[in-house]
């Protein structure tokens, strides 16, 4: 695990940037894990600027986004389909066919988890994939359990998550309480990873993710067994390191 620290959140999301821009120079067609979150917006807004200033091509990247609240319809302004649209696709040339979100509507939930699965699978699985991290050790919302759960499934959010996203909705009761997420083995078999994570809030569990045990009570701390993962954190999340 590589960890590097960048004196702020600016500094954060342009190397983050850099760190996607430099994985599509390498690869034209590649196949990108993506996130949601405030963490990710600052990178969301330099990867648009390289398109718009440099020409970053995403014109063959495949995407594939890391989860989705269920019960929200793409159109919900506080869905995962929305906010991919307005922080990032509306703004680059990412063909829409290349977009792939959970269907947080689908009507067979262990029909949508599998055919996410297999839509990962056929595109030969994520060449990097960005995580966000909870103050709880989540990624994705593979939220802290007694077991690592493998594939793409239908999760019950933590209350620490839904009081964490409440900030984004107009009242607590709005947040919903589950949600469809990438699994463990799905991200793990990523490439490459990339994890950002900025403030004090994270600093604990950045530091429980690359100090403490692996254990699926903070799951973000099995990256400790991937083989080509960056931990890309501010000063402040990274205080207890
Ligand atoms: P945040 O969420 O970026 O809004 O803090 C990250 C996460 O929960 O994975």
């Not at 995962?80 to 040339?93: A, G, T």
């Not at 829409?96 to 939930?109: Q, S, Y």
């Not at 988890?113 to 595109?123: D, F, L």
């Not at 999760?155 to 998550?161: H, I, P, S």
Request: proline share 4%.
């Amino acid at each position: 695990m590589r960890i590097y620290i960048a004196d702020d959140y600016e500094q954060m999301s342009v190397k983050a940037a850099l760190i996607v821009a430099g994985q599509i120079t390498m690869k034209a067609d590649s196949i990108l894990g993506l996130c949601t979150g405030s963490t990710p917006i600052g990178m969301y807004k330099e990867l648009v600027k390289m398109h718009r200033q440099q020409g970053l091509d995403f014109s063959q990247v495949i995407t594939f986004n890391l989860d989705e609240y269920w019960g929200l319809s793409p159109e919900n302004d506080q869905s995962y389909h929305y906010f991919m649209h307005e922080n990032f696709f509306n703004h680059v040339n990412v063909k829409p066919n290349n977009i792939h979100i959970p269907n947080g509507l689908a009507e067979d939930i262990n029909d949508e988890c599998k055919r996410y699965e297999e839509a990962i699978r056929q595109a030969n699985g994520l060449d990097l994939q960005v995580l966000g991290i909870g103050r709880n050790g989540h990624i994705g919302f593979n939220e802290p359990a007694t077991e690592f759960i493998g594939e793409t499934h239908l999760v019950e959010l933590d209350t620490d998550t839904i009081n964490a996203n409440a900030r984004f909705f107009a009242s607590r009761a709005e947040v919903p309480t589950q949600a469809i997420t990438m699994g463990i083995k799905t991200i793990m078999q990523a490439k490459k990873i990339l994890l950002l994570a900025n403030g004090e809030g994270k600093a604990q569990a950045i530091k429980e993710a690359v100090t403490g045990e692996v254990n699926p009570s903070v799951p973000a701390s099995i990256l400790q067994l991937h083989p080509d993962c960056t931990f890309l954190v501010d000063k402040a999340a990274a205080k207890y390191l």
